[in-house]
């Protein structure tokens, strides 16, 4: 463990600033309470799960290495989720074309600093704080939470160090921290303040909501029916039918599952309220599922597999399901997932994300600063190029 001392002010207490390579060192609820929604992937039932059940190490290359603040009564009063990577997989704030122009300069990349959440690519914050602690304090642990990380990543000889899908709130942290800043784009849905489904509908142009229409008949009409489980409502074996169906997903598009059954059937156990699954049944055949986590104000969809193909039922059970739910259930956002741009039309609008990082090379640094500031307006034109896109009704128009 390495620790450092925040020097107090006047009239203020000492903060001691350290790392940790396990959350099994800290108290669940001494972290929970540094939340302010009720974060499900920020929460210590979420993060040490990966951790104990063969989720992170070696072979998928994030490596634990958390930042804690404790002030002088020994209090935890803020923390971050940091890793160490040995590569970029799960991050969904692609650099691999900083890697390679590294590789080619004959410079290691990795490992580097990642303040995220493995596998996640959901927007919240990365510098948890309590709530309780006045502003002016909260900016100045968020400044030296900032500076610590990165003297840790010279220490360690880190090629970088990145926040990745920050809440718009901490990017003035960041911004006064002289990081560069990258911009990205989901699509995600607002409430505002539906009855129904039906409602929903009413404020999408007539072409879109004709279609969002025929898609759910179409699901209908193939003898299929819907199901919504909550994650502590499922057995052993519903687990395993669950986890099949998202190691199947990944080994189709040849990519990695990193999430065991044991990490899916603790979480059933630890957090199973906020775990929404959407079931997909043809006659008494489970043929599909939908993994879906919430917070206090907003739904996350994750993980989607399927057994067999049947038309419309991706839209059904990822997105019209969720939007029923949230509707219902009063929440404000639902966020379906990375990439998608067929999400527009279904009522899914651009969203802009953001990351922050340092790089340390005093000759890549300028080079990336500049990739950024390019991408930046580039991508700031394509959102509002996307907005065009919009199903909505001219009077009922938003825009994320």
Not at 11 to 24: E, G, K, V
Not at 243 to 256: A, I, N, P, Q, V
Request: hydrophobic share 35%.
């Amino acid at each position: 463990m390495f620790t450092q001392n925040l020097s107090p002010a006047k009239d203020q207490q000492r903060y001691t600033f350290s790392f940790i390579n396990s959350l099994a060192a800290i108290n669940c609820q001494d972290w929970n309470k540094l939340l302010t929604d009720n974060n499900p992937f920020l929460k210590h039932e979420f993060l040490d799960a990966l951790e104990r059940n063969n989720c992170l190490g070696g072979k998928f290359g994030w490596y634990p290495h958390h930042l804690v603040v404790h002030d002088e009564n020994k209090q935890i009063v803020a923390a971050s989720p940091l890793y160490i990577k040995t590569n970029s997989y799960g991050e969904f704030v692609f650099d691999w074309a900083w890697a390679s122009a590294y590789e080619q300069s004959g410079i290691d990349y990795y490992p580097k600093f990642v303040t995220s959440i493995p596998y996640t690519p959901v927007t919240g914050p990365r510098l948890l704080i309590a709530p309780e602690l006045a502003e002016q304090l909260k900016t100045r642990i968020a400044k030296e939470m900032i500076s610590t990380a990165i003297e840790e990543a010279k220490r360690l000889n880190m090629s970088s160090m990145h926040w990745l899908f920050n809440s718009e709130h901490e990017c003035k942290y960041y911004k006064q921290s002289k990081l560069i800043l990258r911009l990205g784009c989901q699509y995600h849905w607002h409430n505002h303040n539906y009855e129904c489904f039906d409602h929903f509908l009413e404020s999408l142009v007539s072409r879109k909501r004709k279609k969002i229409k025929r898609e759910r008949r179409f699901v209908q009409e193939q003898d299929i029916h819907i199901q919504l489980r909550y994650g502590s409502e499922l057995d052993t074996k519903q687990w395993q039918q669950v986890h099949t169906f998202y190691t199947d997903t990944f080994y189709r598009k040849s990519g990695l599952p990193t999430l065991s059954l044991n990490f899916f059937e603790e979480l059933g156990t630890t957090m199973g309220s906020q775990i929404l699954l959407v079931l997909a049944y043809n006659g008494k055949q489970l043929i599909a599922c939908a993994i879906n986590f919430q917070s206090t104000d907003t739904l996350y969809g994750r993980f989607w597999g399927c057994s067999k193909t049947f038309y419309g039922l991706h839209f059904e059970a990822c997105y019209y399901q969720g939007i029923e739910y949230a509707i219902k259930h009063h929440l404000d956002v639902f966020e379906p997932g990375a990439q998608g741009e067929h999400k527009i039309s279904r009522g899914f609008l651009p969203t802009k994300t953001w990351s922050a990082h340092w790089i340390a090379n005093s000759q890549f640094r300028p080079a990336i600063q500049d990739f950024c500031l390019r991408e930046e307006h580039l991508m700031q034109h394509e959102c509002k190029k996307l907005m065009s896109l919009s199903p909505y009704r001219l009077d009922q128009e938003t825009i994320s």
